[in-house]
T-cell receptor, first 115, second 114 residues
Framework: DARVTQTPRHKVTEMGQEVTMRCQPI?????VFWYRQTMMQGLELLAY????????DSGMPKDRFSAEMPDATLATLKIQPSEPRDSAVYFC?????????????FGSGTQLSVL | AQSVTQLGSHVSVSEGALVLLRCNYS??????LFWYVQYPNQGLQLLLK??????LVKGINGFEAEFKKSETSFHLTKPSAHMSDAAEYFC????????????FGQGTRLTINP
């Protein structure tokens, strides 16, 4: 059963520390999205990639956030330095080429708490 | 810009009763619309989608939604609620700024009373 895998599921860290979240998209999917979910803002798109190239990261705070795809099987989202306002659930989603958002599969998320 | 508004952050119905979750959209072009469900501690799952074909769309788990252009609505319904339907539901529209982007509503938490 193909699924998007995110690690870690939970992360508690102190303000100022670096946080790295990982995502393994479904094999063969070449579009990858990072979303952030908070009570106040709901679901926000942070960045998305196609064929490992960033197409849009306008939703991401550039000074502390970075997103990369070192290879087709791994996407990473880093926060450095982390701040309490970064506390949220971060979701990764992947989709096959040519279908746009119509066939997105979401991971279970990384719940981040920054103290 | 595209947007969706979900009326009611919390909806509570009795088991066996009709479920109605409301979604209104704003779009300057014919929209693609989606409903997702999120169970506790899980990611979002696609329930159904409207992509300019039939206006009544049937999804998984007995849910359906009707696209009404005149009302700019895409409400989600299910004739008879089941306890397992308790979850959070998100309406979303495809952004015209990027065909790969979804704009989500704030979500509606559905509670089922025994």
């Amino acid at each position: 059963d193909a699924r998007v895998t995110q690690t870690p599921r939970h992360k508690v860290t102190e303000m100022g520390q670096e946080v790295t979240m990982r995502c393994q998209p479904i094999l063969g999917h070449n579009t990858v999205f990072w979303y952030r979910q908070t009570m106040m803002q709901g679901l926000e798109l942070l960045a998305y990639f196609r064929n490992r190239a960033p197409l849009d990261d306008s939703g991401m705070p550039k000074d502390r956030f970075s997103a990369e795809m070192p290879d087709a099987t791994l996407a990473t989202l880093k926060i450095q330095p982390s701040e309490p306002r970064d506390s949220a659930v971060y979701f990764c989603a992947s989709g096959p080429d040519g279908t746009g958002v119509e066939k997105l599969f979401f991971g279970s998320g990384t719940q981040l708490s920054v103290l | 810009a595209q947007s969706v508004t979900q009326l009611g952050s919390h909806v509570s119905v009795s088991e066996g009763a009709l479920v109605l979750l409301r979604c209104n959209y704003s779009s300057s072009v014919p929209p693609y619309l989606f409903w997702y469900v999120q169970y506790p501690n899980q990611g979002l799952q696609l329930l159904l989608k409207y992509t300019s074909a039939a206006t009544l769309v049937k999804g998984i788990n007995g849910f359906e939604a009707e696209f009404k252009k005149s009302e700019t609505s895409f409400h989600l319904t299910k004739p008879s609620a089941h306890m397992s339907d308790a979850a959070e539901y998100f309406c979303a529209v495809r952004s015209i700024q990027g065909a790969q982007k979804l704009v989500f509503g704030q979500g509606t938490r559905l509670t089922i009373n025994p």
